[in-house]
């Protein structure tokens, strides 16, 4: 069984707390969306009121239609709402927002007929000229509607936003076609309009219109709380059971496992109520059928055959109805399957979704976790921090095997040498000696040794001898790295201090690191290596990783946004600059939803070893490790931007890459995600608009680190985040 919420949302409800003894528990739906109309609503019967306490958690109010262009009707339903002590209200759908598709269907559509576009144009000119004066009436009229119900738009966004600030209390979803891209337009003005617009959630509704792809993805990125499905959703299949149709399955498939709910509106609950009734007179039967539809129940959630088939496969779900019990029930009242029939088969959906694996839920959790990047060379790791590097095998093995291929590579050089020394050289014998010396190995940077151990299998695997030296400076992770090279009877000299300043007369072949961060080079890996590389690399000696480069794309992502903002809240504790700082800073998080709007690009590079005069002459000023880069993307489509997403790639040695730009991923690697730095505040973006950024990276030793600074330029000119490393600096 999934963890699908399931809502329940009946046309018409006779009485409530019959539906909700019955439905709720029997068929599992997890609520009942229940019309909050104070005239003709489930609440009006006193019955009902008198227990509404008793089942409120079970109950999302559904504000009336009226509520759409009445403020005090809005206001009273909410305000009832509250009395009753319900938690979850969604605002209805305002009609207006399908203005433009139903245009389209009464007034374009039977203008254009059915001609191809050389005879269409032709037969609407002609249109044109006879019915000049009638379309110009029709224009003005279009006009007029549209500048009314544009007022309307406006008006309603105004009206949610101020009910919103207004009751505090309770979780408010606004409801909005998802096919419509005004309707998108709408949900951020209402957004905009409010005081705390992260709490504003959001419930699609889906009716017999398949959305765009492009509009799908950015409802996604708007992490919506609900879907509900509309009665015009579904189709009925030839053995007469309401099923989706396949894209519209697929749709829903996919914002479930986003882990939106689903509510399903039915025709009525009279069958229910009814049978209710029926099970009052027949005691002794309803036990048995209870039983059976339990069985039943169970049968056809665990079922994997597909229902949508046509039915065809669908046997458990007829035997259900076919069963002699049921028959009953079923000739009295007609089709009183129907709502069973549409929950069976949304549980069947989600049951139906790929398992997903461990690896992929344990990444799930940190889905929209703002974390502050680290900082190993500023702070000392802790323990637990290493155990979770260490459990990324995939990193290791690729470590392993750029190790090996450097080691065969320095080897063949020794030998070429070798060889071309014997013919030059005559007193060759001691030469040879020389060259059959073990290649002598670095691990800059080694914690716990998981790197050191790669070093050792790859030397084993190639059958090439080395020296090797383990290089850290954390004082606890020393005590570790020493405990377990000698349990392990290693041959590993170990090297305590840092890499920047070594004292040591030791020339090293090969040194290998790890101190990537999300974007590449934010853990300080260029300075860091340039002391290394400049005391301690033999000319011509190799450094694993050879390159990295970090790369961005302007993104859209609500969950990540609301994190910040709350994030910045919870920091800021009324100080204002702190507040600010939050959102100046860069984080890493795995984005929820990301919909990126443009191409991901290149944007730094550092190539290692670095080029030993440059970096003897900029050593103390880091000059040659600074980078200022202008970057723009054309706007796939309309969205907001929140700022940006920063990848990484490396080549470790030859062709053997880590990645985690989305279009190239390293499988099952899990040790970086990705970078974010915020805008301070969304962008509303028009598709084919220029987005243009600044990014540098500055910094040195004397100024207390090394920080990012980044700003938009199109289509909004932003300030400069991060000026002076105000807000973040990676201590140096
Ligand atoms: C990202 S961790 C990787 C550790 C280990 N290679 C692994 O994969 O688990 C980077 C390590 O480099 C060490 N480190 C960072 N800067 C250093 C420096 N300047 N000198 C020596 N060690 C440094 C840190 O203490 C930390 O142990």
Known sequence: MTNLF???????????????SSQVSRFQYNCIVTDLDLIEGPFTKTKNLEKSESFCNYIIGLTSENSTNNLKTLFSELEFANFLGIHHVILRSPSFCNYDQEFEESYVKPLLGNFDTKEQNQKSNEINVEKKEEEKEEEKEKEKQKEKEQKEFVNYARNIAKMFAKFTALNISLSVPIEDQRSWEFWLMVKSFSDSPLLLRLNLVLSDTLPKRKLTELWKSCKPQYITLAISSFVTNKKGFSILPK?????????????????IECENEVEDYQLQQLKQKQKQKQ???????????NKIISQTNSIQNNG??????????????????????????ESLNKVLYLRHLGNKLPKI???KKSLQEFSDVLQDPLQPLQNNLSSYIYSVFEKDITKYEVYEKAIYLALIDLSKKRNENKNEQKNENDNENENVKNNDQPINVAIAGAGRGPIVKRAIKASMKSNIQINLYAIEKNPSALMVLRSIIWENNQDVTVIAGDMRNLQIDIKFDLIISELLGSFGDNELSPECLDGVQLACLKPNGIMIPQSYSSYLAPVSSFGTWIALKQYSKSNGKNDDQKMKNCLESSYVVRFGCPLLIGNIKKCFVFNHPQDSSILRNNFQSNNHNQRFLKINWIAKQDSVCHGLAGYFTTQLYRDVQLSIHPESHTQKMASWFPLYFPFSQPIKIKKGQIIEIYIWRIGNKKQGGVWYEWTMTKPL???????NGRASKIGL
């Open 247 to 263: 894209q519209f399955s697929s749709l829903i498939d996919e914002f479930i496992q986003e882990g939106c709910g689903i509510i």
């Open 357 to 359: 694996s461990k690896f």
């Open 312 to 337: 065809e496969e669908n046997n458990n779900t007829l035997n259900y109805l076919n069963n002699d019990e049921d028959e009953n029930y079923s000739d009295q009242f007609g089709n009183f399957s």
């Open 287 to 297: 036990k048995q059928e209870t039983k059976q539809i339990n069985l039943n129940l």
């Open 6 to 20: 399931l809502g329940y949302l009946p046309q018409t409800i006779q009485d409530l707390s019959l539906l909700l």
């Open 717 to 723: 000119q932003l300030h400069i985040h991060n000026p």
